[in-house]
């Protein structure tokens, strides 16, 4: 079956588009570890995440670079940013760690999704290879929205225990 030079085009954009997003979820995953002395088991997640993050940029990159094609400079430093204001967004509310667990369960499954989308282009173009390397990166970013998802009810009944005890609460 010949490759539909449009399904290759899609799916480069797609890898481009994936390679920014990655390195926005590095800056909120940054962001927040410095505002989580108080749970030990998020920050750790996230440290390692971080670094399954930066394998998976990574992966994009030599992908790009198989269909003679590179990640995008511009969109990279504009998701950055967004990752920046992103994580900045909650830092000023009481409950910022419980915020921050909701939007970090909503990035994972937009990562999910997206890395779907990506399996799916690189079967049309019949690049098996692709599909096993981003096949990776969703299993990563699948576990990590389960941690999430986990963790939302420790999160939030530690948040009370030292809201209760007047401690600060949001860290």
């Keep these: 079956m010949p490759i539909s030079e449009k399904a290759r085009d899609v799916f480069i954009l797609g890898l481009r588009n994936q390679h920014a997003v990655e390195n926005q979820a590095i800056e909120l995953l940054r962001r927040q570890i410095d505002r989580l002395e108080h749970y030990p088991d998020l920050s750790r997640r996230m440290v390692e995440h971080i670094t ?23 969109k990279d430093a504009t998701m950055s940013l967004m990752g920046n204001l992103a994580a900045l967004g909650h830092v000023f509310v009481a409950d910022e760690v419980v915020k921050n667990s909701f939007a970090n369960l909503a990035f994972e499954n937009y990562e999910i ?3 779907r989308a990506l399996i799916t282009l690189a079967e049309l173009c019949n690049d098996q290879q692709a ?20 963790h939302i009810d420790p ?7 030292r ?9």
């Design 52 to 74: 399954e993050s930066q394998k998976q940029t990574e992966r994009l990159e030599q992908l790009l670079t198989r269909y003679d094609s590179s990640h995008s400079t511009a």
């Design 113 to 115: 999704a997206s890395y």
């Design 131 to 150: 599909s096993a390397v981003l096949n990776e990166s969703l299993e990563e970013e699948q576990a990590m929205a389960q941690f999430v998802e986990r």
């Design 155 to 161: 999160t939030t009944r530690l948040y009370i225990a």
């Design 163 to 171: 809201l209760e005890q007047g401690e600060t609460a949001g860290r």
